[in-house]
Each structure stands twice: as structure tokens, then as C-alpha cells.
């Protein structure tokens, strides 16, 4: 008869048996399931985010759109109002007056004319054109003649002849420095003839300058970096932040060939004449531009085209990154749950099982480190980066108007160029850089200005005059020579797969003066972040890889004043940056760090499959010695890096010193079972068996729980 011991244990046996296909099935579908929810979560917030991203460029630019419609509107309103009386006026001797009137109660309005066919104001003046205008703010009266000429020019005085009521194509006005455009209607003898279609008397234009029209786009939300232009109907360039673009009278056919206006070659779509919104994004362009949008203005067919700055959509880096790991794990756990299920069916041995789970994990962790450096996040939330003309004249009008909002006095904006010769690591928080930095001052600048230069962080600085000169339109240009040790905070928990961002800090010296630094882009063949334009072609970079280097601003929030009463803008002090992005070499660790740690759990592993034919005394003194060397790379990496931190691959002689310990303590129990003649084989199959996935799952977490 059975002890009842003997057969409670082998009824809890048998259940546990029939229990084990159950659960693993369960955990199979869980993880499934698990996995299918978090690559639905990725796939719901990459979608959204895209969603939100047109959603709110296509409103940014159909508001911009609009507000410019709203007064091309205002404008019209008021000259139509105005022809309806001349049209009216049974005298029209008493136009003049009637004109005069209007322009004074209406200050709405830039310019008022009354244009009247040559020798019908009266049979002895052949030109009747009297001209009202305020577009630089000083009212001011002239007589037009001579608009009876076939001229580009008089435009406005042929056309409504025979279209009725136009909008001409903007021009450049040089004795005001405006760009304008003219709305013109014809005017009737009265409004019978009006309505029995006979020849109209003459015309009614009034100018509008295109910098007061388009001065909605700069209060627009684009973010610091963003800013629209806007196109004509002959596609004349009539609106941007660079205003030479405009006063030079470019079209897109001459723009295109500019290396900021390439991105119009990806929208040609926007000149389409039956246009009625248009999106492109960051795929559509390149990797300098970010989004896109435009449409036409309303009352004209003019093109508005809103360019959106990355700094006002950023998708949320720290959710991909944790989400994909999360998947990457559940679907990790679905094929490792497979394989034991497989192996509960006998269709696999122990050894193919153990051999799969090693792989599954080490792939899964190679899937999770890439993920990891792709969604890294390098910049601030507030970083604005420039890396054109547009954004940098873009950041300025904003920055302009914060200040204007805080009643605070308008900056000098001072040009700033910078170019780096070399970096190299002094210890791991100092870094080395040398180069040249220049300043130019305008004629203006001069006058209450010094060029001078400084750099934040630096524990040592050497700044030395290289040249100073005049150039041709009266600015001062002052280059130094510097080489200085700035002092930064790098993470170092990340390697060997990290990266570091090398920030050179330029500031004006004196903090009094109201000086913002802006980067003198003009200065650079190239502007794009993967052309590096401020760093030398042969720099020598060691174990480093240059990614990507730009000229970015941080907001500096001091809770001091220095003791200057003109340190105003304390709170929102923009300071230049030139931003080094470096990737660490791979080979280099992986020849010095990783490649030994290879070396050494393989003699490890050695040393235990060897645990049956070796004595129990040589497997002591070949472990110890494995962890001795262990001992010593360790220390070799603590040396090189010389920080306080624990760094991710550091982890990893942790795991050795673990798994060491714990297979000389099975080795120590196999010894013992062998001398004892008890069950020496399950050590032995232990040992053998479940060193490597043992090894990858602790690799695996250690990876997640890293990066996470």
C-alpha cells in the first residue's frame, strides 16, 4: 500500500502537470493580445497626432487666409461705398471735395483717387487725377498724369475699363519703400448709365501697402521658427520675412534655385489656379522643413503658404519609445510562450528551446536599443532651432513682439557667426573646443554698441582679436579667435549607445545693453542640420560620429537681475546656441568593452559545461579566475569613463558576478549530489541548459528597464 505522502505528492504532481499546457496557452494569448493592444495604441497615436498636426496647420492657415481677405474686404467696402457716391453726384466738379472728405473720415484707408478720363472733368483739363495718400504715416496730396498711357504701370486705370472692379498685381513702390497693390473700380456718369451699361467716366483706385496686409501673418501662432509668404497670381513673391526677397521683385522660377525655396518645387500644387487647401508634410519636403499648407486669399488668387515650425508639433518621443518596447516585450513573451508550448508537445527538446528563447531575447534586445536611440530626445520643449533666414527673421518678430506684450524695449539684434575646428573630450563633463567667432554691427549699431563676445559655461576662456574691418555698407566686422573648456552635464547611464549635445554658448558680454545674438546665416554656403555649416570638414572627432550640428535658441529664466536695472527681459532672455549632436562609435566599444564580455561568458560557459569532467577544485580556481578577469575589464571601463554613474553596459559584470556566483553554487551542489550519489544529473542539466537563456533574460530586462 502507497504512503499517503508519496501519494499526495504525486496527485499534486499530476495536476500541476495537466495545469502547466493551460497556463502556458493563457499567457500565449495574453501576450498576444497584449501585444496586438500596444501596436494599436502606436498605430491610434501616430494617426492622431498626424490628425491633430492638419488640423491645426489647415486652421493656422485658412485664419491667415481670412484675416488678410477680412481686410482686402475693409478696403473694398469703403471704395465701392465711395464710387456709389461719385457715381451718385449729379455735379461731378464737386468730386474733389466729396474725396478730400472721405479720405479724412475714413483713416482706414492708405491711399483715395479719383481718375478721370482725359478732358471729362471739364473740356479744358485733359488729367484730373487728384491722389490722397498715408502710407508712411505723413498724409500727403499729388495730381496723377499721364494714366492714360498704355503703361504696365497704369494698370489700374486700363483694367476696370474693361473688367470692372480689379485687384492689380502688388508692386514696389520705391519713393515710399512699400510694396503695394491697388483696388480699382470704375465710376459712372450716374447710375442710370451705370445700370444701362454706358462708358464709365473714369476710375476710383486706392493703394494698399502689402506690409501692413500681410503684418497679420507675423502675429500668427507658426511657432518661433515658422512664418508664411504669400504669392501673387503671376506668382511674384509679395510677402516674406525676408523683405529683400520681395524689394528685389523674385518670382518663384528665380527663388527656386535658392536652396531655402527648393521646398517649392515639392508644392507645386499650390499653383494650381483651381487650388482650394493643400497639406504637406515633413516626408513631402526634407528633413529641414516640417509642415506646410496653403490656399488661396480670398477676393484675389493670391497663394498663402504657412510654414510651421517643428517646435509646435512634436510627437512625444517618450511614448513611441515606451510603447514599441512594450511591444517588442509582449511580442517577445508571445513567441517565448510558443516555444515552451512546443516543447510541453514535445515538438521540441530542451536544447532547441533554450537555444530559441536565447535568440528571441537577444534579438528582442537589439529591436529595443535601436528603438531607443531613434526616438532619443536631444532639445527642450522651448529650443527654437533656425536653420534659414525665414526662421531667423521669423524668430525675431516674435521674439519683438513677446517684448512689445512685456512693455519691454526692443532688442538690438546683433549678427553672430561661429565656426568650430575641434572638440575633444577632457574628462567626462569638460569639453575642449577651438574655432572662430565673428559679430557684425551695422552703421546704426555702432553708434550705441561694442562688438564683444562671451561664452556661458566655460571654466577656461581664451578669446583672442583675429580681424577687425569695414565693409562696404558701413557695418563693422570683428572676428576672434577662441579656445575655451565649457563645463556640461552628460548622460552616461546610455553606453556604449549613447549620445551627447554639445552646446557653445554665445552671449553678449555686456548683459545691460539689450542684445540678442542672431546667427549670421548669410555668412554659410549651407544651412541644413546634416551640413553642419559651422563645423570644419576635417575635424577630428575620435570615437565620436558627428549626426548633426544647427544654431538654436533656449530661453535663459534668471532669478536675478545681476544687479542691472536694464536687465529687463530676465524672464525670457533668448540665448544663440550652436547645437553638436555626436553618436558614439559603435566598433570602438564593441572591440574594447563588448568583445571581452563576449570572451569571458563564453569561457564561463566553459568552464560549467566542463563541470562533469573536471575536479570540483579546478572549476573553483577556472571560475574564480574568469571572474577575476571579469574584475578587471570592469575596472578598465569605470577608468576610461571616470564618473559617478552607473552606466547600462556596467550592468552587465553585474550579471557576470550573479551568474558566477550562482553556478559555482550549482557546481557546488552537483559535486555534493555526485558524492553522495543523489541526483547529480538535474544540477548538471541545469547548468548546461539554462546558462544562455538565463544570461539573455537578465540581459533583456536589465536593456528595458534601462532605456524605458
Not at 69 to 89: Q, Y
Not at 137 to 158: M, N, Q, T
Request: hydrophobic residues 40%; negative net charge; glycine residues 4%.
Amino acid at each position: 500500500m502507497d504512503n499517503p505522502a508519496v501519494t499526495g505528492v504525486k496527485a499534486a504532481k499530476a495536476f500541476s502537470n495537466r495545469l502547466h499546457t493551460p497556463l502556458l496557452i493563457f499567457c500565449l494569448l495574453f501576450s498576444v493580445l497584449s501585444a496586438l493592444y500596444a501596436t494599436f495604441a502606436i498605430y491610434q497615436k501616430h494617426s492622431r497626432f498626424k490628425v491633430d498636426v492638419r488640423q491645426q496647420v489647415k486652421q493656422q492657415t485658412l485664419d491667415a487666409a481670412k484675416q488678410i481677405g477680412d481686410k482686402l474686404a475693409l478696403t473694398m467696402t469703403f471704395v465701392d461705398e465711395f464710387e456709389s457716391k461719385i457715381t451718385a453726384l449729379e455735379d461731378k466738379r464737386y468730386a474733389p471735395e466729396l474725396l478730400q472728405y472721405e479720405f479724412d473720415t475714413n483713416p482706414e484707408l492708405f491711399s483715395l483717387n479719383v481718375t478721370f478720363h482725359p478732358y471729362q472733368y471739364d473740356k479744358y483739363t485733359r488729367y484730373f487725377s487728384p491722389y490722397y495718400e498715408r502710407l508712411t504715416g505723413v498724409e500727403r496730396k499729388f495730381d496723377l498724369v499721364d494714366y492714360d498711357k498704355p503703361d504696365v504701370e497704369f494698370s489700374w486705370y486700363h483694367r476696370p475699363l474693361k473688367e470692372g472692379a480689379i485687384w492689380t498685381e502688388p508692386y514696389y513702390e520705391p519713393q515710399n519703400n512699400v510694396l503695394m497693390t491697388t483696388y480699382s473700380v470704375p465710376f459712372y456718369a450716374s447710375e442710370q448709365a451705370k445700370k444701362s451699361g454706358q462708358a464709365a467716366l473714369g476710375v476710383i483706385p486706392s493703394d494698399v501697402s502689402l506690409d501692413h496686409l500681410t503684418s497679420s501673418l507675423r502675429k500668427l501662432k507658426l511657432g518661433l521658427g515658422g512664418y508664411g509668404v504669400i504669392f501673387s497670381t503671376e506668382q511674384n513673391l509679395i510677402s516674406h520675412p525676408v523683405f529683400a526677397h520681395v524689394r528685389e521683385g523674385e518670382d518663384k522660377p528665380s527663388l527656386v534655385k535658392k536652396a531655402e525655396f527648393t521646398y517649392l518645387n515639392q508644392i507645386e500644387g499650390c499653383f494650381d489656379t483651381k487650388l482650394d487647401y493643400l497639406f504637406f508634410n515633413g516626408e513631402t519636403l526634407d528633413n529641414d522643413e516640417h509642415y506646410a499648407a496653403c490656399t488661396l486669399i480670398p477676393h484675389t488668387n493670391w497663394v498663402l503658404i504657412t510654414r510651421m515650425s517643428s517646435d509646435m508639433f512634436e510627437i512625444d518621443k517618450d511614448f513611441r519609445r515606451q510603447t514599441n518596447i512594450i511591444a517588442i516585450s509582449c511580442y517577445a513573451a508571445s513567441i517565448i510562450f510558443l516555444i515552451l508550448l512546443l516543447t510541453r508537445k514535445r515538438r521540441l527538446n530542451w536544447t532547441q528551446n533554450n537555444v530559441s528563447i536565447s535568440i528571441v531575447l537577444m534579438i528582442s534586445t537589439i529591436i529595443v536599443l535601436d528603438f531607443a536611440r531613434s526616438f532619443n530626445e536631444i532639445e527642450a520643449e522651448d529650443t527654437v532651432i533656425v536653420t534659414s533666414n525665414s526662421q531667423k527673421e521669423a524668430f525675431q518678430t516674435s521674439y519683438r513682439n513677446r517684448l512689445l506684450q512685456m512693455r519691454i524695449e526692443e532688442p538690438h539684434f546683433v549678427a553672430t557667426g561661429a565656426y568650430v575646428e575641434s572638440i575633444e573630450f577632457v574628462n567626462a563633463n569638460n569639453v575642449h573646443i577651438t574655432g572662430s567667432v565673428w559679430q557684425k554691427l551695422t552703421p546704426d549699431q555702432r553708434q550705441v554698441l561694442t562688438a564683444n563676445i562671451s561664452f556661458n559655461e566655460a571654466i577656461e576662456s581664451k578669446v583672442e582679436e583675429n580681424y577687425r574691418k569695414e565693409l562696404n555698407d558701413g557695418s563693422l566686422l570683428v572676428s576672434w579667435h577662441f579656445s575655451i573648456i565649457t563645463r556640461q552635464q552628460f548622460d552616461y547611464s546610455k553606453y556604449p549607445f549613447d549620445h551627447k549635445n554639445i552646446v557653445l554658448r554665445l552671449s553678449a558680454s555686456d548683459l545691460g545693453a539689450n542684445v540678442v545674438l542672431v546667427p549670421d546665416l548669410d555668412a554659410y554656403e549651407r544651412l541644413g542640420k546634416k551640413d553642419n555649416p559651422a563645423i570644419a570638414n576635417d575635424i577630428v572627432m575620435e570615437e565620436w560620429q558627428l549626426v548633426q550640428s544647427y544654431f538654436k535658441y533656449t530661453f535663459q529664466h534668471y532669478n536675478t537681475n545681476f544687479g542691472l536695472d536694464t536687465f529687463t527681459n530676465q524672464d525670457i532672455n533668448a540665448e544663440l546656441n550652436y547645437s553638436i549632436n555626436l553618436e558614439r562609435e559603435f566598433l570602438g566599444p564593441f572591440v574594447t568593452t563588448l568583445l571581452p564580455v563576449m570572451v569571458m561568458v563564453c569561457l564561463l560557459y566553459a568552464c560549467v559545461v566542463s563541470m562533469a569532467y573536471t575536479p570540483y577544485g579546478d572549476l573553483r580556481n577556472n571560475i574564480t579566475a574568469v571572474v577575476f578577469t571579469i574584475l578587471l575589464a570592469h575596472y578598465s571601463i569605470r577608468e576610461h569613463l571616470q564618473i559617478d554613474e552607473v552606466v547600462y553596459f556596467e550592468i552587465f559584470y553585474f550579471l557576470l558576478y550573479l551568474i558566477a556566483s550562482a553556478f559555482m553554487l550549482i557546481a557546488h551542489q552537483y559535486y555534493k549530489a555526485v558524492t553522495s550519489r543523489g541526483n547529480a544529473k538535474y544540477f548538471k542539466h541545469i547548468a548546461n541548459i539554462w546558462f544562455w537563456p538565463l544570461l539573455t533574460v537578465m540581459i533583456f530586462v536589465t536593456t528595458i528597464m534601462t532605456y524605458y
